[in-house]
Protein backbone atom coordinates (compact mmCIF):
# COMPACT_ATOMS: atom_id res chain seq x y z
CA UNK A 1 0.00 0.00 0.00
CA UNK A 2 1.07 3.69 -0.47
CA UNK A 3 1.85 5.64 1.98
CA UNK A 4 -0.77 8.35 3.42
CA UNK A 5 1.08 11.52 1.92
CA UNK A 6 1.53 9.82 -1.67
CA UNK A 7 -2.70 8.44 -1.81
CA UNK A 8 -4.93 10.89 -3.61
CA UNK A 9 -8.02 12.88 -1.23
CA UNK A 10 -10.39 10.61 -1.84
CA UNK A 11 -8.27 7.82 -0.74
CA UNK A 12 -7.03 9.61 2.12
CA UNK A 13 -11.07 10.46 2.95
CA UNK A 14 -11.66 6.68 3.81
CA UNK A 15 -8.24 5.17 4.93
CA UNK A 16 -6.84 8.29 7.22
CA UNK A 17 -6.81 8.03 11.01
CA UNK A 18 -7.84 4.18 10.79
CA UNK A 19 -5.25 2.68 12.73
CA UNK A 20 -5.88 -1.16 13.75
CA UNK A 21 -6.16 -1.67 17.38
CA UNK A 22 -6.60 -4.89 19.41
CA UNK A 23 -9.11 -7.11 17.70
CA UNK A 24 -8.12 -5.03 14.43
CA UNK A 25 -11.51 -3.19 14.42
CA UNK A 26 -12.31 -1.64 10.97
CA UNK A 27 -13.09 1.83 12.12
CA UNK A 28 -11.76 3.29 15.30
CA UNK A 29 -14.34 2.34 17.87
CA UNK A 30 -15.47 5.33 20.58
CA UNK A 31 -14.03 5.43 23.49
CA UNK A 32 -16.87 6.46 25.58
CA UNK A 33 -15.11 7.37 28.77
CA UNK A 34 -13.92 10.45 30.61
CA UNK A 35 -10.53 8.77 32.34
CA UNK A 36 -8.15 5.99 31.91
CA UNK A 37 -6.45 3.45 34.65
CA UNK A 38 -2.80 3.21 35.18
CA UNK A 39 -0.81 0.08 35.23
CA UNK A 40 1.16 1.38 37.96
CA UNK A 41 1.90 4.39 40.24
CA UNK A 42 5.25 4.84 37.70
CA UNK A 43 3.16 4.28 34.15
CA UNK A 44 0.82 6.93 35.36
CA UNK A 45 3.93 9.28 36.73
CA UNK A 46 5.26 8.58 33.25
CA UNK A 47 2.20 9.73 31.28
CA UNK A 48 2.12 12.63 33.42
CA UNK A 49 6.01 13.58 32.26
CA UNK A 50 4.53 13.32 28.81
CA UNK A 51 6.46 9.88 28.23
CA UNK A 52 5.08 6.98 26.87
CA UNK A 53 2.00 5.97 25.25
CA UNK A 54 -1.04 5.69 26.85
CA UNK A 55 -3.87 8.26 27.60
CA UNK A 56 -5.09 10.00 31.12
CA UNK A 57 -8.28 12.20 30.72
CA UNK A 58 -10.23 12.38 28.11
CA UNK A 59 -10.05 16.15 27.92
CA UNK A 60 -6.54 15.80 27.39
CA UNK A 61 -6.39 12.69 24.58
CA UNK A 62 -8.82 9.78 23.95
CA UNK A 63 -7.95 7.55 20.72
CA UNK A 64 -11.50 8.06 19.15
CA UNK A 65 -10.89 12.15 19.30
CA UNK A 66 -7.57 11.35 18.00
CA UNK A 67 -8.28 9.57 15.17
CA UNK A 68 -10.18 12.03 14.21
CA UNK A 69 -7.77 14.69 14.85
CA UNK A 70 -5.08 12.01 12.82
CA UNK A 71 -7.42 12.03 9.36
CA UNK A 72 -8.40 15.76 9.39
CA UNK A 73 -4.43 16.43 9.57
CA UNK A 74 -3.25 14.23 6.75
CA UNK A 75 -6.12 15.81 4.84
CA UNK A 76 -4.63 18.81 5.64
CA UNK A 77 -1.33 18.33 5.06
CA UNK A 78 -0.59 19.44 8.10
CA UNK A 79 1.23 18.34 11.22
CA UNK A 80 -0.95 17.87 13.61
CA UNK A 81 -4.90 18.59 14.30
CA UNK A 82 -6.70 19.62 17.90
CA UNK A 83 -10.72 18.59 18.08
CA UNK A 84 -12.30 21.16 19.40
CA UNK A 85 -16.19 21.47 20.81
CA UNK A 86 -17.56 23.78 17.87
CA UNK A 87 -15.98 25.88 15.02
CA UNK A 88 -15.95 29.03 17.43
CA UNK A 89 -14.28 27.14 19.59
CA UNK A 90 -11.39 26.23 17.62
CA UNK A 91 -10.98 29.78 16.06
CA UNK A 92 -11.36 31.10 19.81
CA UNK A 93 -8.74 28.40 21.04
CA UNK A 94 -6.45 29.38 17.51
CA UNK A 95 -6.65 32.90 18.30
CA UNK A 96 -6.13 33.46 21.96
CA UNK A 97 -3.34 30.70 21.49
CA UNK A 98 -1.49 33.37 19.14
CA UNK A 99 -2.13 36.52 20.49
CA UNK A 100 -1.89 38.26 24.07
CA UNK A 101 -2.87 41.83 25.20
CA UNK A 102 -1.38 44.46 23.14
CA UNK A 103 -0.99 42.62 19.70
CA UNK A 104 -2.93 43.45 16.49
CA UNK A 105 -4.84 41.32 14.45
CA UNK A 106 -6.10 41.69 10.98
CA UNK A 107 -9.14 39.97 10.05
CA UNK A 108 -11.00 39.36 6.69
CA UNK A 109 -13.89 41.51 6.52
CA UNK A 110 -16.60 38.87 4.89
CA UNK A 111 -16.22 36.43 7.71
CA UNK A 112 -18.64 34.00 9.56
CA UNK A 113 -20.98 36.63 11.68
CA UNK A 114 -19.80 35.28 15.56
CA UNK A 115 -16.17 35.35 14.43
CA UNK A 116 -16.43 38.89 13.74
CA UNK A 117 -18.34 39.70 16.99
CA UNK A 118 -15.55 37.63 18.73
CA UNK A 119 -12.77 39.27 17.43
CA UNK A 120 -14.56 43.20 17.36
CA UNK A 121 -15.68 42.82 20.66
CA UNK A 122 -14.59 39.88 22.62
CA UNK A 123 -10.78 39.92 21.54
CA UNK A 124 -11.11 43.77 21.54
CA UNK A 125 -12.21 44.04 25.50
CA UNK A 126 -8.91 41.59 26.21
CA UNK A 127 -6.59 44.34 24.72
CA UNK A 128 -6.59 42.30 20.99
CA UNK A 129 -6.70 45.05 18.58
CA UNK A 130 -8.26 44.33 15.23
CA UNK A 131 -8.56 45.61 11.83
CA UNK A 132 -11.19 44.52 9.43
CA UNK A 133 -10.30 44.59 5.39
CA UNK A 134 -10.88 43.05 2.44
CA UNK A 135 -8.52 40.39 2.26
CA UNK A 136 -9.10 39.63 -1.17
CA UNK A 137 -7.29 43.22 -1.22
CA UNK A 138 -3.82 42.77 -0.86
CA UNK A 139 -2.69 46.55 -0.71
CA UNK A 140 -5.69 46.66 1.86
CA UNK A 141 -4.23 44.20 3.99
CA UNK A 142 -0.30 45.96 3.83
CA UNK A 143 -1.85 48.83 4.86
CA UNK A 144 -3.80 47.65 7.60
CA UNK A 145 -0.41 45.67 9.23
CA UNK A 146 1.37 47.32 12.31
CA UNK A 147 4.28 47.21 14.21
CA UNK A 148 2.58 44.82 16.66
CA UNK A 149 0.08 42.49 14.03
CA UNK A 150 0.79 39.50 15.15
CA UNK A 151 -2.30 36.96 12.96
CA UNK A 152 -3.51 37.65 9.81
CA UNK A 153 -7.06 35.41 9.89
CA UNK A 154 -8.40 34.87 6.43
CA UNK A 155 -11.91 33.03 5.00
CA UNK A 156 -11.51 32.26 1.51
CA UNK A 157 -14.02 32.76 -0.13
CA UNK A 158 -15.61 34.96 2.46
CA UNK A 159 -19.11 34.17 4.30
CA UNK A 160 -21.07 35.19 2.54
CA UNK A 161 -19.99 37.00 -0.36
CA UNK A 162 -17.88 34.25 -1.36
CA UNK A 163 -14.58 36.27 -2.13
CA UNK A 164 -11.76 34.69 -2.94
CA UNK A 165 -8.34 35.95 -1.10
CA UNK A 166 -4.89 35.17 -2.31
CA UNK A 167 -3.38 33.11 0.37
CA UNK A 168 -0.34 32.87 -0.83
CA UNK A 169 0.32 36.62 -1.49
CA UNK A 170 -1.01 36.90 2.01
CA UNK A 171 1.23 34.54 3.42
CA UNK A 172 3.64 36.15 2.05
CA UNK A 173 3.08 39.34 3.83
CA UNK A 174 1.98 37.91 7.20
CA UNK A 175 5.41 35.70 7.20
CA UNK A 176 7.56 39.06 6.59
CA UNK A 177 6.06 41.13 9.11
CA UNK A 178 6.64 38.02 11.63
CA UNK A 179 2.88 37.57 12.32
CA UNK A 180 0.85 34.20 11.23
CA UNK A 181 -1.52 33.32 8.72
CA UNK A 182 -4.45 31.58 10.40
CA UNK A 183 -7.18 30.58 7.60
CA UNK A 184 -10.93 29.45 8.12
CA UNK A 185 -11.08 26.70 5.37
CA UNK A 186 -14.78 25.70 6.42
CA UNK A 187 -16.22 26.48 3.17
CA UNK A 188 -13.82 24.87 0.78
CA UNK A 189 -12.85 21.55 3.18
CA UNK A 190 -9.64 20.24 2.23
CA UNK A 191 -10.60 17.86 -0.43
CA UNK A 192 -11.22 21.43 -2.31
CA UNK A 193 -8.02 23.37 -0.95
CA UNK A 194 -5.24 23.01 1.13
CA UNK A 195 -4.17 26.24 2.64
CA UNK A 196 -0.35 24.68 3.88
CA UNK A 197 0.02 24.29 0.08
CA UNK A 198 -0.11 28.54 0.34
CA UNK A 199 2.27 29.41 3.07
CA UNK A 200 -0.69 29.37 5.86
CA UNK A 201 0.44 28.47 9.24
CA UNK A 202 -3.06 27.41 11.10
CA UNK A 203 -6.20 26.35 9.81
CA UNK A 204 -9.47 25.78 11.35
CA UNK A 205 -12.58 24.47 10.32
CA UNK A 206 -16.05 24.04 11.50
CA UNK A 207 -16.52 20.40 11.43
CA UNK A 208 -20.22 21.03 11.87
CA UNK A 209 -20.26 21.80 8.02
CA UNK A 210 -18.89 19.89 5.51
CA UNK A 211 -16.49 17.46 6.87
CA UNK A 212 -19.09 15.84 9.27
CA UNK A 213 -21.53 16.35 6.44
CA UNK A 214 -25.13 15.19 7.96
CA UNK A 215 -25.79 18.59 9.81
CA UNK A 216 -26.24 16.27 13.34
CA UNK A 217 -22.71 16.76 15.00
CA UNK A 218 -21.51 20.66 16.54
CA UNK A 219 -17.17 20.43 16.11
CA UNK A 220 -14.73 22.34 14.97
CA UNK A 221 -10.80 21.28 14.29
CA UNK A 222 -7.50 23.44 14.52
CA UNK A 223 -4.56 22.10 12.16
CA UNK A 224 -0.86 23.68 12.65
CA UNK A 225 1.18 23.06 10.02
CA UNK A 226 4.51 22.55 11.62
CA UNK A 227 5.33 20.12 15.00
CA UNK A 228 7.02 22.33 16.75
CA UNK A 229 3.56 24.72 17.26
CA UNK A 230 1.80 21.98 18.40
CA UNK A 231 2.46 21.31 22.15
CA UNK A 232 1.36 25.48 22.89
CA UNK A 233 -2.00 24.52 20.82
CA UNK A 234 -2.36 21.45 23.18
CA UNK A 235 -1.95 23.17 26.49
CA UNK A 236 -3.88 26.19 25.63
CA UNK A 237 -6.92 23.25 24.58
CA UNK A 238 -5.99 21.69 27.61
CA UNK A 239 -6.69 24.89 29.76
CA UNK A 240 -9.43 26.63 28.02
CA UNK A 241 -11.27 23.02 27.98
CA UNK A 242 -13.33 23.26 24.77
CA UNK A 243 -12.99 19.95 23.28
CA UNK A 244 -14.97 17.80 21.10
CA UNK A 245 -16.09 14.64 22.77
CA UNK A 246 -15.90 11.06 21.68
CA UNK A 247 -19.05 9.96 20.24
CA UNK A 248 -18.82 13.42 18.35
CA UNK A 249 -15.51 12.79 17.00
CA UNK A 250 -16.62 8.93 16.08
CA UNK A 251 -19.48 10.42 14.00
CA UNK A 252 -17.42 12.97 11.91
CA UNK A 253 -14.72 10.28 11.47
CA UNK A 254 -17.81 8.62 9.66
CA UNK A 255 -18.55 11.66 7.55
CA UNK A 256 -15.56 12.03 6.30
CA UNK A 257 -15.67 8.71 4.46
CA UNK A 258 -17.84 9.95 2.04
CA UNK A 259 -16.01 13.56 2.41
CA UNK A 260 -14.72 13.66 -1.47
CA UNK A 261 -17.51 12.53 -3.03
CA UNK A 262 -20.04 14.76 -1.56
CA UNK A 263 -17.49 17.77 -2.01
CA UNK A 264 -17.53 16.41 -5.83
CA UNK A 265 -21.39 16.32 -6.08
CA UNK A 266 -22.07 19.61 -4.11
CA UNK A 267 -19.54 21.23 -7.32
CA UNK A 268 -21.26 20.10 -9.88
CA UNK A 269 -25.10 21.14 -8.17
CA UNK A 270 -23.71 24.13 -7.53
CA UNK A 271 -22.61 25.15 -10.57
CA UNK A 272 -25.93 24.08 -12.30
CA UNK A 273 -27.85 25.90 -9.81
CA UNK A 274 -25.35 29.36 -10.53
CA UNK A 275 -25.25 28.94 -13.92
CA UNK A 276 -29.39 29.07 -13.36
CA UNK A 277 -29.72 31.85 -11.42
CA UNK A 278 -27.46 34.16 -13.88
CA UNK A 279 -30.02 33.73 -16.11
CA UNK A 280 -33.34 34.75 -14.14
CA UNK A 281 -34.79 37.72 -14.67
CA UNK A 282 -35.57 38.00 -10.50
CA UNK A 283 -31.74 37.70 -9.96
CA UNK A 284 -29.41 40.83 -10.10
CA UNK A 285 -26.00 39.45 -9.46
CA UNK A 286 -24.33 35.86 -9.00
CA UNK A 287 -21.60 34.60 -6.84
CA UNK A 288 -19.76 31.92 -7.35
CA UNK A 289 -16.42 31.37 -7.26
CA UNK A 290 -16.27 28.66 -10.63
CA UNK A 291 -18.04 31.14 -12.42
CA UNK A 292 -16.72 33.39 -14.93
CA UNK A 293 -18.51 36.29 -13.57
CA UNK A 294 -16.51 35.88 -10.35
CA UNK A 295 -14.65 38.79 -9.73
CA UNK A 296 -11.53 36.27 -8.40
CA UNK A 297 -12.00 33.52 -11.13
CA UNK A 298 -8.62 32.75 -11.85
CA UNK A 299 -7.55 32.65 -8.26
CA UNK A 300 -10.12 30.96 -7.66
CA UNK A 301 -9.20 27.89 -9.91
CA UNK A 302 -5.32 28.66 -9.19
CA UNK A 303 -6.15 28.26 -5.55
CA UNK A 304 -8.72 25.44 -5.41
CA UNK A 305 -10.00 23.02 -6.94
CA UNK A 306 -13.72 23.29 -7.05
CA UNK A 307 -16.43 26.34 -6.36
CA UNK A 308 -17.92 24.46 -2.75
CA UNK A 309 -21.47 24.06 -2.57
CA UNK A 310 -22.22 27.99 -1.08
CA UNK A 311 -23.87 30.14 -3.59
CA UNK A 312 -25.04 33.76 -2.93
CA UNK A 313 -27.30 35.80 -5.06
CA UNK A 314 -28.88 39.32 -5.19
CA UNK A 315 -32.76 39.12 -5.50
CA UNK A 316 -34.30 42.45 -7.02
CA UNK A 317 -36.53 43.79 -4.41
CA UNK A 318 -34.14 43.84 -1.19
CA UNK A 319 -35.70 42.73 1.83
CA UNK A 320 -38.75 42.30 1.09
CA UNK A 321 -38.58 39.96 -1.79
CA UNK A 322 -35.65 37.87 0.40
CA UNK A 323 -38.32 37.51 2.85
CA UNK A 324 -40.89 36.50 0.12
CA UNK A 325 -38.96 33.27 -1.64
CA UNK A 326 -37.92 32.21 2.30
CA UNK A 327 -41.34 31.80 2.68
CA UNK A 328 -41.98 30.08 -0.89
CA UNK A 329 -39.74 27.42 -0.64
CA UNK A 330 -40.51 23.65 -0.56
CA UNK A 331 -37.68 21.44 -1.31
CA UNK A 332 -35.00 23.85 0.08
CA UNK A 333 -35.13 23.94 3.72
CA UNK A 334 -35.20 27.46 5.34
CA UNK A 335 -32.12 26.90 7.79
CA UNK A 336 -29.05 28.73 8.24
CA UNK A 337 -25.27 26.52 8.38
CA UNK A 338 -24.40 24.71 5.59
CA UNK A 339 -22.14 21.54 4.01
CA UNK A 340 -24.80 19.13 4.91
CA UNK A 341 -26.69 16.48 2.30
CA UNK A 342 -29.65 18.98 2.39
CA UNK A 343 -29.99 22.20 0.35
CA UNK A 344 -30.39 24.95 2.63
CA UNK A 345 -31.02 28.38 1.95
CA UNK A 346 -31.25 31.60 4.46
CA UNK A 347 -31.53 35.24 4.06
CA UNK A 348 -27.64 36.63 6.07
CA UNK A 349 -29.49 40.57 7.03
CA UNK A 350 -32.11 39.10 9.05
CA UNK A 351 -30.55 36.35 10.13
CA UNK A 352 -26.92 34.96 10.24
CA UNK A 353 -25.10 38.26 9.57
CA UNK A 354 -27.46 40.53 11.71
CA UNK A 355 -25.58 40.40 14.96
CA UNK A 356 -23.18 42.09 12.84
CA UNK A 357 -25.31 45.56 12.13
CA UNK A 358 -26.30 47.48 9.33
CA UNK A 359 -22.99 49.44 9.15
CA UNK A 360 -20.61 46.63 9.01
CA UNK A 361 -22.61 44.56 6.63
CA UNK A 362 -22.81 47.35 4.34
CA UNK A 363 -18.93 47.72 4.85
CA UNK A 364 -18.77 43.68 4.52
CA UNK A 365 -20.65 44.18 1.35
CA UNK A 366 -23.94 42.30 2.32
CA UNK A 367 -26.85 43.87 0.81
CA UNK A 368 -30.31 43.15 1.80
CA UNK A 369 -31.50 41.39 -1.15
CA UNK A 370 -28.76 38.74 -0.99
CA UNK A 371 -29.90 34.99 0.02
CA UNK A 372 -27.20 32.29 0.91
CA UNK A 373 -27.76 28.86 -0.71
CA UNK A 374 -25.69 25.72 0.29
CA UNK A 375 -26.29 22.92 -2.16
CA UNK A 376 -27.12 19.91 -1.26
CA UNK A 377 -26.61 15.71 -2.97
CA UNK A 378 -30.09 15.83 -3.69
CA UNK A 379 -31.12 15.55 -7.68
CA UNK A 380 -30.34 19.11 -8.60
CA UNK A 381 -33.29 19.42 -11.07
CA UNK A 382 -35.35 18.84 -8.05
CA UNK A 383 -33.88 21.58 -6.82
CA UNK A 384 -33.87 23.81 -9.49
CA UNK A 385 -37.75 23.75 -10.18
CA UNK A 386 -38.10 24.38 -5.87
CA UNK A 387 -36.00 27.56 -6.69
CA UNK A 388 -37.94 28.58 -10.16
CA UNK A 389 -41.16 28.35 -8.19
CA UNK A 390 -40.01 30.21 -4.87
CA UNK A 391 -38.96 32.73 -7.74
CA UNK A 392 -42.34 32.95 -9.46
CA UNK A 393 -43.75 33.43 -6.16
CA UNK A 394 -41.46 36.45 -5.68
CA UNK A 395 -42.73 37.85 -8.96
CA UNK A 396 -46.13 37.72 -8.51
CA UNK A 397 -46.35 38.82 -5.32
CA UNK A 398 -44.02 42.06 -7.09
CA UNK A 399 -46.79 41.89 -9.79
CA UNK A 400 -49.90 42.00 -7.14
CA UNK A 401 -47.89 44.92 -5.04
CA UNK A 402 -47.89 46.88 -7.96
CA UNK A 403 -51.42 46.50 -9.44
CA UNK A 404 -52.56 47.21 -6.13
CA UNK A 405 -50.24 50.44 -6.24
CA UNK A 406 -51.60 51.56 -9.91
CA UNK A 407 -55.21 50.96 -8.21
CA UNK A 408 -54.57 52.97 -5.42
CA UNK A 409 -53.47 55.91 -7.23
C1 LIG B 1 -20.24 27.60 10.89
C2 LIG B 1 -18.98 28.29 10.69
C3 LIG B 1 -18.15 28.60 11.77
C4 LIG B 1 -18.52 28.30 13.21
O1 LIG B 1 -18.68 26.95 13.44
P1 LIG B 1 -19.59 26.33 14.60
O2 LIG B 1 -19.33 24.88 14.48
O3 LIG B 1 -21.00 26.73 14.31
O4 LIG B 1 -19.13 26.92 15.88
C5 LIG B 1 -16.96 29.25 11.51
N1 LIG B 1 -16.58 29.57 10.26
C6 LIG B 1 -17.36 29.30 9.20
C7 LIG B 1 -16.89 29.69 7.83
C8 LIG B 1 -18.58 28.66 9.37
O5 LIG B 1 -19.34 28.41 8.30
Same mark, same amino acid.
Given at each position: MKKHDQAAPETLAVHAGVRKGEFLPAVPPIFQTSTFSFDSAEQGAALFAGKGKGYIYTRMGNPTVEALETAIAILEGGAKGLACGSGMAAIHTALVTLLKNGDHLVCSDAVYGPTCTLVGKFLADFGIESTMVDTSNLAAVKKAMRPNTKVIYVETPGNPTLVVSDLAAIAEVAHQAGARLVVDNTF??? &??????????????????????????????? &?????????PLFRKALNHFGGVLPPMESFLVHRGIKTLALRMRRHCESAFKIAEHLETHEQVEWVRYPSLKSHPQYELSRKQA?????? &????????????????????????????GGVETLIQHPASMTHASMGAEARKHANIGDGLVRISVGIEDVDDVIADIDQALEAVAAAKKDHSEMHVAAT
Open positions: MSP &ILQQPFRWGADVVVHSLTKFLNGHADVVGGM &IVVKEEEDYTGGGAV &ISFGLKGGVEAGRRMMNAVGLCTLAVSL
